[in-house]
Nanobody
């Protein structure tokens, strides 16, 4: 049974911070790239940040310098630290584990992040 469980979403004022967590089970975690996606109302789902099996990170231009993705292979948990939050960051955030560039993909249940102005 593969399971990804997200936590850490909530309501925060503009300029504040949140840390999202995703705990994985049922996979050989260290062999998967992991990432965070988000979907705002009426918009396409977009990749926010990812980190490879070797530690290489990628970020959407809109979050560079504000968000940091990290992973703890021993705990099988990965994180998205979100600082300097803006109202346009408001979305449902989904965690994802990806084996071999899409050969296998697993998704968390989503967590709501709301940033008020």
């Amino acid at each position: 049974q593969v399971q990804l469980v997200e936590s850490g979403g909530g309501l925060v004022q503009a300029g504040g911070s949140l840390r999202l967590s995703c705990a994985a089970s049922g996979i050989t975690f260290s062999t998967y790239a992991v990432g965070w996606y988000r979907q705002a109302p009426g918009k396409q789902r977009e990749l926010v940040a990812s980190i490879s099996t070797s530690g290489t990170t990628n970020y959407a231009d809109s979050v560079k310098g504000r968000f940091t993705i990290s992973r703890d292979n021993a705990k099988k948990i990965f994180y998205l630290q979100m600082n300097s939050l803006k109202p346009e960051d408001t979305a449902v955030y989904y965690c994802n584990c990806d084996y071999s560039r899409g050969y296998l993909k697993y998704w968390g249940q989503g967590t709501q992040v709301t940033v008020s102005s």
